[in-house]
């Protein structure tokens, strides 16, 4: 916890290797001081078949499942920096977005909670 999923047009992986896209979203999600360095999880799709308003612009979405307990102003600061940091990898790219969901603790379990 916490999981950091890029979607994007497979066209962005041309214009950055998957590693360094990871790592820019990795370090910003880092730098926040949320979450312990070990436990930031990151991973990309990259989309062959897509549409976006009927076109094939280049986009971006990360989807962020994070652990229930941080506040607005402090997912508001994630998602800001996420999205600065991502924009100023990919100035043309017009479409870059961010939403941040809460997993609940109650519900929430992995293998070594069983």
């Not at 971006?60 to 652990?67: E, K, L, Q, R, T």
């Not at 307990?69 to 402090?74: A, D, H, S």
């Not at 600065?84 to 990919?90: E, G």
């Given at each position: ?31 926040s ?26 986009f ?8 229930e ?6 997912k ?39």
């Open positions: 916890m916490p999981h950091f999923v890029i979607d994007c047009s497979k066209n962005i992986i041309n214009l950055k290797k998957p590693e360094e896209i990871i790592q820019k979203v990795y370090d910003t999600a880092d730098s001081n949320l979450f312990a360095k070990g436990d930031i999880k990151v991973r990309i799709n990259p989309f062959e078949y897509y549409t976006v308003g009927n076109t094939q612009e280049d971006m979405h990360v989807f962020a499942n994070i652990m307990g941080r506040t607005i102003e402090q508001k600061a994630l998602s800001e920096s996420i999205v600065s940091a991502l924009k100023k990898m990919f100035p043309d790219v017009p479409i870059i977005s961010i939403n941040i969901r809460d997993f609940e603790k109650a519900t929430y379990c992995n293998k070594s909670m069983v």
